[in-house]
């Protein structure tokens, strides 16, 4: 491993294989890439059919990509040649479809005991439904946490795939990648890390279930403090049909909010649970009045904990986020920088998304594998259209 120099970022000197997929595995490269890891995505022939253009594709940020055909004799041999360089590697597809390409954990291991090999899937390695095929709403539905986010009276409300693909799945594989770095620096022995959406989705909910046992928390949506079953803690729609977030959990925040808000006495008792429905009334007639921008200008510079709620392009804008960085531009377009920051060896957008292949000679000397370049397809025209691909965790073809 070449050593860490203070502006390559935190992990500079680590190198990451990536086998291309969609979803949660490809973010959590993304996020060792943009902490400085040398990141090479092995990309197959034809590509993939869901996302964006693999050039604007900005998961494929900061790394490198090689195009390798995995059902040739010849691609499964350089992939374990990678392998056999590489600190840890990230694969995505169902249990058992690794093996029989030949580039499972026994096979990378047999080339490189202290790989770190972190297997990224919805279900897990093992138990019943481990062979089925999943997307982000079916494990958070599954783990419990669909049912928590919505109103009371209405239908769960889906999260994007924030909290399943990247928060349950991507986040604990970075931590279990990097937790295991540190066991096969330390000893010389690599192994397996099993990262699952449900786990780590269930995981994410251990606060809710020490209040449930503590009879703290009902276990149904919208009854409770922090799913929108307190009046002063969700959302309220403006005169102009948008909608500021409201959450001063803390009596001297909610006083606050009930003086700018000019609450009567009655309507300012924050933790009378029978006059709840009625504080809620009286909380979306009163935002009702005024739009957005006005009731932004009434709470600025105050703690009382409440908030415009934003769209993607004016998160961008917002003076905060603008001051910190937490929006960038890189090669004309507007992305989120790099997290958390480092005050020592921050992280940085180094380059644009690889396109497939286009990294494979480069990655070849850089890696020291010099038949890489030469047992490797051509890679794809990129304006040529990408075949079908399969679904996230289902067999390769």
């Not at 092995?42 to 869901?50: E, K, M, S």
């Not at 924030?162 to 540190?182: C, K, N, Q, R």
């Not at 908030?307 to 917002?318: I, S």
């Amino acid at each position: 491993m070449t050593p860490a120099t203070p502006s390559a970022g935190p992990l500079a000197g680590v190198r990451v294989l990536e086998l291309a997929g969609i979803g949660p595995g490809p973010f959590a490269a993304m996020l060792l890439a943009d902490l400085g890891a040398d990141v090479v995505r092995v990309d197959r022939p034809g590509g993939q059919v869901l996302g964006p253009d693999p050039g604007r594709d900005l998961t494929n940020r900061n790394k490198r990509s090689v195009l390798i055909d995995l059902k040739a004799p010849e691609g499964a041999a350089a992939v374990r040649d990678l392998a056999a360089r590489a600190d840890l590697l990230i694969e995505g597809w169902r249990p058992g479809v690794a093996e029989r390409l030949g580039v499972g954990p026994d096979d990378c291991l047999a080339h490189n005991p202290a790989l770190v090999y972190g297997r990224m899937t919805g279900w897990g390695q093992d138990g019943p439904l481990a062979e089925r095929a999943g997307h982000d709403v079916t494990y958070l539905a599954t783990s419990g946490l669909l049912g928590l986010i919505g109103p009371a009276d209405g239908p769960p409300a889906i999260p994007a795939n924030l909290l399943g693909d990247y928060a349950g799945g991507s986040l604990y594989l970075v931590v279990g990648l990097l937790a295991a770095l540190h066991h096969a620096r330390a000893t010389g022995t690599g192994q397996v890390v099993d990262a699952a959406i449900v786990d780590g989705a269930a995981h994410l909910s251990t606060m809710l279930w020490g209040l449930l046992d503590a009879g703290l928390w009902q276990d149904r949506r919208g009854a409770n403090l922090l799913d929108g079953g307190a009046p002063w803690y969700g959302t309220y729609r403006t005169s102009d049909d948008r909608w500021m977030a409201v959450g001063p959990l803390e009596p001297r925040f909610y006083a606050e909010f009930a003086r700018l808000l000019e609450l009567d006495a009655d309507a300012s008792d924050q933790y009378d649970l029978a006059r709840w429905p009625e504080l809620r009334a009286v909380l979306a007639a009163r935002f009702a009045t005024r739009t957005q921008a006005e009731w932004t200008e009434l709470f600025a510079g105050h703690d009382a904990c409440v908030a415009p709620v934003l769209t993607l392009r004016q998160a961008a804008a917002h003076p905060h986020l603008a001051a910190r960085g937490s929006y960038t531009e890189r090669d004309g377009t507007l992305q989120p920088g790099t997290a958390p920051r480092f005050s020592a060896t921050p992280g940085a957008l180094r380059t644009p998304p690889a396109r497939p292949g286009e990294h494979t000679a480069e990655v070849a000397r850089d890696w020291a594998v010099p038949a890489l370049d030469s047992r490797t397809p051509q890679a794809p025209d990129p304006d040529t259209p990408a075949p079908d691909t399969p679904a996230p965790h289902q067999p390769a073809p």
